[in-house]
Every structure is written in C-alpha cells, then in structure tokens.
C-alpha cells in the first residue's frame, strides 16, 4: 500500500521517532501501523545494547509524593548529554515514571521497570524505544521509596538544582505545619549528603573501618598505642556528626542540630527516614 506523508506524520506523532526512521519503519512493516511501531521498538532495542557501554551521567531526577503525603518515590531517568535532559519530553517521560512507581509502590527497581507504561509496552521497553528514538543512551536507573501509614507521619518532596538532584523525607507528624521544616531538612540532605539518619543506620562494616582510619592516622602522628582506640573514638564521633543526618549542624542555623532545629516546630518532631538520588 501507498505510504503517505500523513501516514508517517502520524507515526512520529505516536512515537516520537524522526521522520526518516518512520517512513522506513512504515515501508519495512509494508503500511502496517502497528508493525511499523514494532520496527521502531526493535531498533530501540538493538540501538540500547549498542550504546551500552556508553556513560549515561547526565539526566533528571524527580521526586513525587501522594495527594495525602502518605507515599513518595524518587527516580532517576539517565542520558548522555545535558542537551537531551534539559528536553521537555525528557522530563515529561522521568515525570511519567515516577508517577507510575508512585501508583504502584513496587519494591525494587526491577519490578519498576516491568510495569506497564501504556497497554502493550513496560516501562523497560519504553526506556529501550526512547534510545532509539533519541538516538544515545536511556536508562532508568535508580529508584527508592518512602511510604508511612495514614496518621503515622508524611512524606515531603525536594528537588534540588534543576532536577540534578532529589529528596524525600519521611516525618513523624503530619500537619501543613511541619512541611516548611520538612522541606528544610530534605535540603539539608541535596547539600550534605548524609549517608544514615543517625548512628545506629550506619553499617558495621563502615564504622570499623573508620575506626581503623582514625587508629592508624593517630599512629602516624605517633601517638602512643595505648591511645590508639580512644582517639579514633573521638574521631568516630566527628564522623557521626558531619555524616548522620540528625546529628549534622544544621545549615540554615546557628550551632544547632539537624534534630534540634526539627524540635523548634515541635518537641517531638523528627525524620524517620530519607531517600537521595543525583546524577552520576
């Protein structure tokens, strides 16, 4: 059958995909829409594991929470060029996404990516098409949640530095009144980066390695070994306070804590826990 300039006109609309790659997909599928849209998936596909080794660094994150704050996903859309990110239709489909996890709540990454993003099409295949149509590397890669019980704390947005970075925090309390504080706090962690709330968070595995950090440091300032363990203690406790988040001094304060600040709005005010995604 004929193909006409509507024809592909009408499947770059649907797709996305440039004209020429639409006007050989519809002549590959002999003026079968439907086939033609395959087409295009299947060279998204072999055009994703052919920029597979390719660095996707660039690309937004954005974070959502539910109507009632109960919920919140972050999600982490990657590309190769600031050029493509800063497209709209980039940040349209990261939003679409997060939507869909936020729908959803799954636990993991990889059940992510096998929910459906329209009838037919998950959302891996949607990430392989967009490769092909946007001609570098697409990746879906990374996602986290936050959810609390309806009465048992909220959860807050932060996005941070034109999409370069987002946050979620989960409160103790709910109530408009604490979602400046909240936000407060969910920059605090776009800027400090805080690897755990608090101490108990932290791995073991991490903590003695710090241990032995600070023995060895104080070795080589020759102190003697039988300081050894009290120093690195001492050393251990900085660590908490510039890397926990509760216990960080709290950047838009004077000398106070993290948690201090959050007991200013009220006494038992608290995060219960916090999400963190950036590019690279």
């Known amino acids: ?92 489909l990261a939003t679409a996404f997060a939507d869909i996890a936020l729908k959803n709540l799954p636990d993991s990454l990889e059940e992510l990516l096998a929910l459906e993003f329209e009838p037919g099409m998950t959302i891996a295949k949607k990430v392989e098409q967009s490769t092909g149509v946007i001609g570098e590397k697409i990746d879906l890669s990374a996602y986290e949640k936050l959810v609390t019980a309806a009465g048992e704390g909220q959860v807050l947005p932060y996005i941070h530095m034109g999409n370069k970075a987002a946050v979620i925090v989960a409160l103790n309390l709910e109530g408009p009144q604490y979602e400046e504080p909240g936000k407060n706090v969910a920059m ?3 800027a400090m980066h805080p690897i755990a709330l608090d101490k108990d968070g932290i791995d073991a595995s991490i903590i003695e390695k710090e241990i032995e950090i600070g023995k060895d440091m104080a070795r080589q300032e020759g102190k003697p070994e039988e300081m050894l363990e009290r120093i690195a203690t001492g050393k251990l406790n900085k660590f908490f306070k510039e890397r926990t988040l509760l216990n960080q001094l709290y950047v838009k304060g004077n000398k106070e804590t993290v948690a201090d600040y959050l007991k200013t709005a009220h006494a038992d005010l608290t995060v219960t826990d916090f999400k963190h995604l950036k590019l690279g």
């Open 188 to 190: 605090q962690v776009a």
């Open 1 to 92: 059958m004929g193909i006409t300039a509507a024809d592909v006109k009408n499947l770059r609309d649907q797709t996305g995909a440039g004209m020429m790659d639409c006007k050989k997909a519809l002549s590959e599928a002999e003026g079968d829409f439907e086939k033609a849209i395959e087409v295009l998936r299947k060279k998204g596909q072999k055009l994703s594991e052919k920029r597979a080794d390719r660095e996707a660094n660039e690309g937004v994150v954005i974070a959502r929470t539910s109507h009632n704050k109960n919920n919140g996903v972050v999600v982490r859309l990657s590309c190769e060029t600031d050029f493509v990110s800063k497209g709209e239709s980039f940040v349209e």
